[in-house]
C-alpha cells in the first residue's frame, strides 16, 4: 500500500490516456465514465500511485472516501503550507482574461501563481495547484460555477484575501436553474472574502465590505477609452484623481474593465501598478482577436458564448469598427428551458448589424431569426464558401464578426478563412 505522504512531489492526472511514469492517477467517477475502470490502464502506463473510492485490487492504491474531495483538500493543504495571499476571481464573462492580466500586473511586482487555462472547476484547480504551485507568494485564481456551491466550495479549500466578481449574466442557466441561482452562487465569492471587489454598474451588487470597479461609478472608475489608430488610452479615475495609460494595440471595452481591475486589486493590495507586463499582452485565442483582412477586419470571438457577452461585442463593433459589419453566428449552449428565449434576444441584438449569417451546426440556433438575415446553412463548407464569395470580395473594407458556443466550433470556420488568405 502506498502512504499519502509518498504522493508528494509526483505529477497528478485524472485520464488514464495522458499518465506517465512516475504520475499518480486520480480515479474519477463521471456521469458517463468511471476512471476506476481505467486504474489497471493507468498502472501500465507507469502510474506510481492510483487513488480510488475503492478496493481496485492494485498493491499501489490509495483509498480514499472521495477522490474529487480528496483532490480539493490535498491542495488545499498545500497552499496553507506558505500561506500566500489569495485573489480570487470570477464572474459570468471575462474571467480567464482578467485572470491572466491580473496575475501579469501583478507578477511583474511580486512572484504570482495563476490556474493556467480554463483549471478553474472542483477538479481543474486543485490539479492546477498541485502540479504548478511552487510557494508563490500571490494566487491569483480563476473560480467557475455551474451549480451553486461550486464557488462556496472552492473558497473554502483557497480563502479569497480579495473576491473579485465581474458580472453575473446568463451563461449556464440551463444547468443553474434560473437567473436568481446564478447570482446566489457567484455572490458566493464575496460572502468568502476578506475584501471584495465588484461591478458597480450592476446594483444587486451591493454590500459593506465592498470596493467597487465600473464605468457608473465606484472607487475605481473607466472613466474613457480611446484608439487612436496605434494604442488604446485609459482614463481611469479613483479619489486620488485620474491615471492615463496607453496599451499597444486594439483593447476592448471588457479587456479595458479587466484592466481596470488589476489596477483596483494592486491598489487594494498595496502592490505597485505595473503595467508592463501588459505592452505585449495578446487577447487569448477566440477572445475578439481582431485580424485585418483586405481593407477590413475580421474578428474571432469564437470561444464561447452568451446573450450578454453577444451585448457588450456588439457594442464594439457597432462603436468602434468600419461598416458594413456582418455577424456570423451559431447556437448558445447550456441554456435549457431558457434557449428559445435568450436566442430570440439575439435575434433582436442582431438587427444591428448589416447582414447575419448562420451556422445551423446545432439545433438551438434555429431560434436566431433576425430580419436582416443574409444566409444560413448546417454545412460547413456552404457557410464558408458564402462568406468567401458574397462578403469578403476583393473590394472588401468592412467588418466580419464570429461568434457562437464551442460547440459549433464556429472557430473552424475562422481558421479555414484566415487560412486562404
Known amino acids: ?42 498502472v501500465d502506463a507507469g502510474a506510481f500511485a492510483v487513488v480510488v473510492e475503492r478496493d481496485v ?24 503550507n506558505f500561506k500566500p495571499r489569495i485573489v480570487g476571481i470570477t464572474g459570468s464573462n471575462g474571467k480567464t482574461t482578467t485572470k491572466e492580466i491580473v496575475a501579469a500586473v501583478l507578477g511583474a511586482e511580486v512572484p504570482t501563481f495563476k490556474n493556467e487555462g480554463n483549471l478553474n472547476s472542483e477538479i481543474g ?17 480563476e473560480m467557475a460555477q455551474r451549480v451553486v456551491g461550486d464557488i462556496e466550495y472552492l473558497c473554502k479549500l483557497f480563502p479569497p484575501d ?52 465600473g464605468t457608473s461609478g465606484g472607487d475605481y472608475i473607466l472613466k474613457d477609452k480611446k484608439f487612436d489608430g496605434d494604442s488604446t488610452i485609459l482614463t481611469f479615475e479613483t479619489s486620488e484623481g485620474e491615471f492615463y495609460y496607453s496599451l499597444k494595440g486594439y483593447w ?3 479587456m479595458a474593465l479587466s484592466v481596470l481591475v488589476a489596477f483596483s486589486v494592486a491598489d487594494m493590495l498595496d502592490i505597485f501598478f505595473n503595467p508592463t507586463a501588459l505592452y505585449g499582452f495578446k487577447p487569448l485565442k477566440g477572445r475578439f482577436n481582431v485580424h485585418r483582412y483586405q481593407n477590413g477586419y475580421l474578428i474571432d ?29 451559431g447556437a448558445m449552449k447550456e441554456l435549457g428551458e431558457f434557449s428559445k428565449q435568450y436566442h430570440k434576444m439575439l435575434s433582436e441584438l442582431l438587427e444591428r448589424m448589416d447582414g447575419v449569417i448562420v451556422y445551423d451546426k446545432e439545433e438551438e440556433s434555429k431560434d436566431i431569426t433576425p430580419s436582416n438575415l443574409t444566409f444560413r446553412s448546417t454545412s460547413f463548407d456552404e457557410v464558408v464558401r458564402f462568406i468567401e464569395e458574397k462578403i469578403l470580395r476583393s473590394d472588401f473594407a468592412g467588418t466580419v464578426y464570429f461568434k457562437a458556443s464551442r460547440a459549433v466550433e464556429l472557430d473552424k470556420v475562422v481558421e479555414n478563412i484566415m487560412g486562404r488568405q
Request: glycine share 8%; aromatic share 10%; proline share 4%.
Open 1 to 42: 500500500m502506498i502512504s499519502l505522504k509518498e504522493l508528494v512531489g509526483h505529477r497528478f492526472v485524472i485520464d488514464s490516456r495522458e499518465v506517465k511514469p512516475g504520475d499518480v492517477f486520480i480515479a474519477i467517477k463521471g456521469n458517463r465514465v468511471d476512471g476506476h475502470d481505467f486504474a489497471k490502464q493507468a
Open 57 to 80: 485490487g492494485l498493491e499501489n492504491q490509495v483509498v480514499v472516501p472521495n477522490t474529487v474531495e480528496f483532490l480539493g483538500q490535498y491542495a488545499s493543504k498545500i497552499v496553507e
Open 125 to 141: 484547480l486543485p490539479l492546477a495547484i498541485i502540479n504548478n504551485y511552487k510557494g508563490e507568494p500571490l494566487l491569483v485564481l
Open 162 to 213: 480579495i473576491g473579485v466578481l465581474l458580472n453575473v449574466g446568463s451563461a449556464h442557466v440551463g444547468v443553474a436553474g434560473s437567473l436568481e441561482n446564478i447570482f446566489k452562487g457567484k455572490w458566493q465569492i464575496v460572502e468568502n472574502s476578506k475584501q471584495s471587489l465588484v461591478n458597480y454598474d450592476d446594483e444587486r451588487m451591493r454590500c459593506e465590505k465592498c470596493r467597487y470597479f
Open 252 to 254: 476592448t471595452k471588457a
Open 301 to 329: 470571438d469564437t470561444y464561447n458564448a452568451s446573450y450578454e457577452s453577444f451585448k457588450i461585442a456588439i457594442e464594439e463593433l457597432v462603436e468602434n469598427f468600419p461598416k458594413p459589419i456582418y455577424a456570423v453566428v
